[in-house]
């Protein structure tokens, strides 16, 4: 684009910025829907993972537990909340404290009742379930744990992302029985190390056994030098 052509459009921009009324009003409630209603209220952190999508972040914490994906709420906690001196991990902003204080009630509802349910179905209900096609705060990741089968071309991706966590999964665990197969094969040579350090130990005393001697020696040391310079030779 020509350089002119950006400063009309530029200038076009500002100009409506400044004249259209339609436009200053819905400008002007996005800001305070940013602010909790009020423009006096200072605008609360959405979330704490910057550039890192959703669907990262759960398959880092799959690896971190051997493959096993965490349940949604986990991982809305891990993008949600950050670390304060003297606290710990805590929810930034209102949303995120209403969103996993709804989580903590049904689920404590449930358990009262006496019912198993699915923790991810649970975070389902706490957030409202699906809105836009996407479930609230977890993004691209929230086809990790909800099917979204509207169309085939839909259900087509969904199942690609499945079958992709499933390879994931599978790598890590091939990944972890090595090490511990090496791990294993670590010990089994130190043992094998061992037991032929006893044998030759026991060699070595049957010998100085039959040589009249013991084995390890238990002759008596000179004392030592208390002048550490050496006693003068007698003449």
């Known amino acids: 684009m020509p350089i002119m052509d950006a400063r009309n459009v530029y200038e076009q921009l500002l100009k409506r910025c400044e004249e259209d009324e339609a436009f200053k009003k819905r400008s002007e409630q996005a800001k305070k829907n940013k602010r909790g209603g009020s423009l006096s ?4 952190p959405g979330h704490c993972q910057g ?3 959703t669907n990262e972040y759960a398959k880092r914490m799959a690896k971190e537990n051997g493959g096993i994906l965490p349940k949604a709420a986990d991982v809305y906690l891990r993008t949600h909340s950050k670390e304060e001196p003297g606290k710990g991990k805590q929810l930034v902003g209102s949303k995120a404290k209403q969103v996993m204080g709804e989580y903590d009630k049904k689920m404590a509802e449930y358990k009262d009742k006496g019912i198993d349910k699915d923790p991810n179905e649970v975070y389902f209900e706490a957030v409202g379930g699906r809105k836009k096609g996407l479930i609230p705060s977890l993004g691209s990741a929230g086809d990790l744990y909800y099917e979204k089968p509207s169309s085939r071309t839909d259900k087509a991706k969904w199942e690609r992302q499945r079958a992709e966590w499933e390879r994931e999964r599978l790598q890590v665990e091939k990944e972890r029985y090595q ?3 090496a791990q294993q094969e670590e010990v089994r040579k130190i043992s094998e190390y061992l037991v032929e350090m006893q044998k030759t130990m ?4 049957q010998m100085f056994s039959q040589c009249g001697g013991s084995f390890p020696f238990t002759h008596p040391r000179d004392p030592p030098d208390s002048t550490r310079g050496g006693a003068p030779c007698a003449s």
């Open 41 to 44: 209220n200072k605008v609360e």
């Open 51 to 53: 550039s890192v999508s």
């Open 179 to 181: 090490k511990e197969q």
């Open 202 to 205: 026991q060699g070595y005393s």
